[in-house]
C-alpha cells in the first residue's frame, strides 16, 4: 500500500518559519511509476473545508500553489528520497491548521490538481499553530 507520513508541524509566532515533510513509499504496488505521482499538501482549520495549499509532480518537479501562499510557501521534492518539502515562511495566524499530504496518479505533463476529489492517497495530518 502507498503510505504517507506528514512531520514538521509545531507552534510558531507570526512571522515565523516551518517546513513540514511528507514521506512516501509503497508506490511501486500500484505498479505505475513513482516519478509520476503528484504529491500535495492540504489544509484543513476548525470548521472549515480542507484546501489545497500547492503540489509538485516528481518527474518533471512543477509544482502549483494556492494564491494566498504564493511568496511566503515553498513546494520542493528530494526524488531520491521520495520526500515532498513544505517551506513555509512568514507564517500568518490564518495559516493556523492541521496539515495533510495526499498523492494521486498522473502520467502526463500538465497543470496539476489542488482538489482533494483528485487525491487517492491520504497521510495523517500534522498541526501548525500560528499565534499572533
Known amino acids: 500500500d502507498v503510505q504517507l507520513q506528514a512531520s514538521g508541524g509545531g507552534a510558531v509566532q507570526t512571522g515565523g518559519s516551518l517546513r513540514l515533510s511528507c514521506a512516501s513509499s509503497?508506490?511501486?504496488?500500484?505498479?505505475?511509476?513513482?516519478?509520476?505521482?503528484?504529491i500535495g499538501w492540504f489544509r484543513q482549520a476548525p470548521g472549515k473545508e480542507r484546501e489545497g495549499v500547492a503540489c509538485i509532480r516528481y518527474s518533471d518537479g512543477r509544482t502549483r500553489n494556492l494564491d494566498s501562499v504564493k511568496g511566503r510557501f515553498t513546494i520542493s521534492a528530494d526524488n531520491a528520497k521520495n520526500t515532498v518539502y513544505l517551506q513555509m515562511n512568514s507564517l500568518k495566524p490564518e495559516d493556523t491548521a492541521v496539515h495533510y499530504c495526499a498523492a494521486y496518479y498522473r502520467h502526463y505533463i500538465g497543470p496539476y490538481s489542488l482538489n482533494t476529489d483528485e487525491y487517492s492517497y491520504w497521510g495523517q495530518g500534522t498541526q501548525v499553530t500560528v499565534s499572533s
Open positions: 509503497g508506490f511501486a504496488f500500484d505498479g505505475f511509476p513513482v516519478n509520476d505521482y503528484v
